[in-house]
């Protein structure tokens, strides 16, 4: 399959012709870019004070205790981890989300939870801030495109969310969805996807404790470009499955279809957990380029099944035929 898309209706800077990597990028295009990347060495720790007049509000946290929560890697800086974003309702270009989404209204803004639970509720999103304490956990981020970071997120597990609404006993899978707002998101133009972004997760795989519902980053609120005011991060599986902006979360029977899987069904399925032995059709994922570990010498990561959280993770997929529930 072959999918292309075109300019996107707004100012991309040079480029006329987008094409988003996660469609269209061969590897030999990926390892160029590995060695294209510029910037130095991130400085981890020092997060709180990164952020200038961007919005966001500081947050106080607790140091999460979930196994796995705390990766020891060297957090990617600020700067980086919030002007290198996918975000495609704001562009194809990583730089375009920073660009484009201060437009976002992220006040008021409510989250409906629905389907097949006993207490369906639509929750005002200052009442979903408070409804568990708020803990920093550090995970790595890993990009089906080849690259990956470590952020400080800023969270509580999405199965305290669950256990509010309680799913009922035909509940399989959970559907998120996401805004699409045309009005503020010049990327809803563009064809490249079927808007607006939706993502599913197997019922234990959403209320896997890791699973974490994303209101900040770098003790700070989520900015724009990183999916304000709430988001999914899913440490084990591709980037893409970590959907952001969700106003709605629906706990339905059966498999909900995804917007990537719609879009290359061959290229992105349902799973897409992190698997260094199941190459992308267009590429490998045995390596990832570290964003931040800049110049022409740095050393690609081996990029680990499940992103390294087999020992949290790899229960959940016991039996299973990772080549073909890739
Ligand atoms: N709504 C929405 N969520 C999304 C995306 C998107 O385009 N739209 N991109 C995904 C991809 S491909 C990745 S890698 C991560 C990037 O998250 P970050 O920019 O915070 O690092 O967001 C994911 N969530
Ligand atoms: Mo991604």
Same mark, same amino acid.
């Given at each position: 399959?072959?999918? #292309?898309?075109?300019?996107?209706?707004?100012?991309?800077?040079?480029? %006329?012709?987008?094409?988003? =990597?996660?469609?269209?990028?061969?590897?030999?295009?990926?390892? @160029?870019?590995?060695?294209?990347?510029?910037?130095?060495?991130? &400085? *981890?720790?020092?997060?709180?004070?990164?952020?200038?007049?961007?919005?966001?509000?500081?947050?106080?946290?607790?140091? %999460?205790?979930?196994?796995?929560?705390? %990766?020891?890697?060297?957090?990617?800086?600020? =700067?980086?981890?919030?002007?290198?974003?996918?975000?495609?309702?704001?562009?194809?270009?990583?730089?375009?989300?920073? #660009?484009?989404?201060?437009?976002?209204?992220?006040?008021?803004?409510?989250? +409906?939870?629905?389907?097949?639970?006993? +207490?369906?509720?639509?929750?005002?999103?200052?009442?979903?801030?408070?409804?568990?304490?708020?803990?920093?956990?550090?995970?790595?981020?890993?990009? &089906?495109?080849?690259?990956?970071?470590?952020?400080?997120?800023?969270?509580?597990?999405?199965? @305290?969310?669950?256990? =509010?609404?309680?799913? =009922?006993?035909?509940?399989?899978?959970?559907?998120?969805?996401?805004?699409?707002?045309?009005?503020?998101?010049?990327?809803?133009?563009?064809? &490249?996807?079927?808007?607006?972004?939706?993502?599913?997760?197997?019922?234990?795989?959403?209320?896997?404790?890791?699973?974490?519902?994303?209101?900040?980053?770098? *003790?700070?609120?989520?900015?724009?470009?990183?999916?304000?005011? &709430?988001?999914?991060?899913?440490?084990?599986?591709?980037?893409?499955?970590?959907? +952001?902006?969700?106003?709605?979360?629906?706990?339905?029977?059966?498999?909900?279809?995804?917007?990537?899987? @719609?879009?290359?069904?061959?290229?992105?399925?349902?799973?897409?957990?992190?698997?260094?032995?199941?190459?992308?059709?267009?590429?490998?994922?045995?390596?990832?380029?570290?964003?931040?570990?800049?110049?022409?010498?740095?050393?690609?990561?081996?990029?680990?099944?499940?992103?390294?959280?087999?020992?949290?993770? *790899?229960?959940?997929?016991?039996?299973?035929?990772?080549?073909?529930?890739?």
């Amino acid at each position: 399959m072959l999918i #292309r898309t075109h300019n996107a209706g707004f100012d991309h800077g040079s480029s %006329s012709d987008i094409t988003p =990597q996660h469609l269209y990028m061969s590897r030999r295009e990926l390892l @160029k870019l590995g060695a294209a990347g510029g910037s130095a060495l991130a &400085v *981890g720790g020092a997060w709180a004070q990164a952020a200038k007049s961007d919005g966001t509000q500081p947050m106080s946290t607790v140091r %999460s205790t979930v196994p796995g929560a705390i %990766s020891m890697e060297t957090p990617t800086s600020f =700067q980086d981890a919030s002007t290198y974003n996918n975000y495609y309702e704001f562009g194809l270009d990583k730089s375009d989300p920073a #660009r484009y989404a201060h437009t976002l209204q992220t006040r008021p803004w409510t989250v +409906k939870v629905e389907g097949l639970v006993n +207490k369906p509720k639509t929750f005002d999103i200052e009442e979903l801030l408070k409804l568990s304490a708020q803990e920093e956990r550090i995970y790595r981020l890993r990009c &089906v495109e080849g690259w990956s970071m470590v952020i400080p997120w800023v969270g509580y597990s999405l199965s @305290k969310l669950l256990a =509010q609404v309680e799913p =009922q006993g035909s509940a399989k899978y959970v559907e998120f969805v996401t805004l699409a707002d045309s009005k503020t998101m010049p990327g809803l133009r563009s064809g &490249v996807l079927d808007w607006p972004y939706t993502e599913g997760l197997r019922m234990d795989e959403a209320m896997h404790p890791l699973s974490l519902l994303t209101f900040g980053m770098y *003790g700070k609120t989520l900015t724009p470009q990183n999916g304000a005011p &709430v988001r999914l991060v899913l440490p084990w599986k591709y980037g893409f499955k970590s959907a +952001k902006s969700i106003v709605t979360i629906r706990v339905v029977e059966k498999q909900p279809g995804t917007a990537w899987n @719609k879009a290359a069904r061959n290229e992105y399925g349902f799973y897409s957990n992190v698997n260094p032995d199941v190459p992308h059709p267009r590429w490998s994922q045995a390596t990832e380029r570290r964003i931040g570990e800049g110049g022409l010498f740095a050393k690609r990561h081996k990029t680990l099944l499940f992103n390294g959280y087999e020992a949290q993770v *790899g229960q959940l997929y016991a039996g299973m035929d990772l080549r073909k529930d890739y």
